[in-house]
């Protein structure tokens, strides 16, 4: 199995992305939809995508063609192998419908929120619904790494720091009664500043300053 692809970005078109390795080999990898939206601007650039392969049946079964499915890290990749076990999801239509990080639809599934599912490409109320009988209980991690994860470029001991606020800082959130995804993306807001805040008070305040629109 193909599990990793470094290389120059050289296109993305239509849910998948060209990629071309350092032995002059150009890979074509399907992405999500929230990856293509996400890779949109580095064209150019060296990429490094965590893959999955599968065979697409097409033709009635008649041709079996091999394809590579590429995400932005592993806890995506994780997710993706989960969301496609429910039934109905198959390779395709479940890249089509991740059009929001991992974290928030995880998020959802959590919440049991049919609505926001259904607000998903190719999910209807009854798969929405299916989703959520067959995964709840089973991504609650998601969930949680998506909420202690920092805005994309920050390493080290720093970022672990901001993980940790950030964590915390949710936990205050629902227990105050606010949601889940929603508190997620306040949370990201506030650590994209280029002052990080000091504490999980800190980070909280700076939230209730985003939503009061400050």
Not at 22 to 50: D, I, M
Request: charged content about 25%.
């Amino acid at each position: 199995m193909i599990a990793k692809i470094n290389g120059i970005l050289e296109e993305v078109v239509g849910g998948s992305a060209l990629v071309r390795t350092e032995g002059g080999l150009t890979y074509e990898v399907l992405l999500s939809s929230h990856a293509a939206a996400r890779l949109g601007a580095s064209l150019g650039k060296p990429v490094s995508l965590h893959t999955l392969d599968f065979i697409e049946s097409q033709g009635q079964g008649t041709t079996m063609t091999p394809r590579l499915a590429g995400f932005l890290n592993t806890d995506d990749r994780r997710f993706f192998e989960l969301f496609t076990t429910c039934k109905g999801i198959g390779n395709r239509r479940g890249l089509r419908a991740l059009t929001l990080a991992t974290g928030q639809i995880a998020a959802a599934i959590v919440d049991r929120d049919v609505a926001m599912l259904q607000s998903l490409p190719e999910i209807g109320k009854r798969t929405a619904e299916t989703i959520i009988a067959t995964l709840h209980g089973k991504v609650d991690n998601f969930a949680a790494v998506a909420a202690a994860r920092t805005t994309e470029g920050e390493t080290g001991s720093e970022s672990g720091r901001s993980g940790g606020k950030a964590a915390e800082a949710l936990e205050v959130l629902l227990q105050l009664g606010e949601n889940r995804i929603q508190a997620m993306t306040w949370i990201d807001q506030a650590l994209r500043d280029d002052e990080q805040p000091q504490d999980t008070r800190d980070l909280i305040n700076r939230v209730y300053r985003i939503k009061a629109g400050a």
